[in-house]
């Protein structure tokens, strides 16, 4: 059983930075896409960024691109979502995801909610104006 836990949300000034950190237990995840979403209050949960196995491959929701930055640890089995020049606008509690189904070291990212089949639990992100 592979869990995922997030790390590193809190509360921050419009301007300021976050680190989130997403860390796999149970099982290697070196070898499958992996995603970050975020989910404000009364809206559904939305794709933030994409990264691929080894990294050489990122994607960005257009409201995130420039600011934020996914990437990957490995030998850590850790997930990081850098998060620069926060908006009150990216409040939400943010969730990293993988899609365990199939092995892939090629360029392959998800950006759906459907592709992915684990997530973690959340964490939560406030940024005040």
């Known amino acids: 059983q592979v869990q995922l836990v997030e790390s590193g949300g809190g509360l921050m000034q419009a301007g300021g930075s976050l680190r989130l950190s997403c860390t796999a237990s149970g099982r290697t995840i070196n070898i499958y896409p992996m995603g970050w979403f975020r989910q404000a209050p009364g809206k559904e949960r939305e794709f933030v960024a994409t990264?691929?196995?080894?990294?050489?491959?990122?994607y960005y929701a257009d409201s995130v691109k420039g600011r934020f930055t996914i990437s990957r640890d490995n030998a850590r089995n850790t997930a990081y979502l850098q998060m620069n020049s926060l908006k009150p606008e990216d409040t939400a509690v943010y969730y990293c995801?993988?899609?365990?189904?199939?092995?892939?070291?090629?360029?392959?990212?998800?950006?759906?909610?459907?592709?992915?089949?684990?997530w973690g639990q959340g964490t939560q992100v406030t940024v005040s104006s």
């Open positions: 995801a993988a899609d365990l189904r199939e092995p892939s070291i090629e360029s392959l990212i998800r950006v759906k909610v459907y592709e992915y089949d684990t």
């Open positions: 990264i691929n196995w080894n990294g050489g491959v990122t």
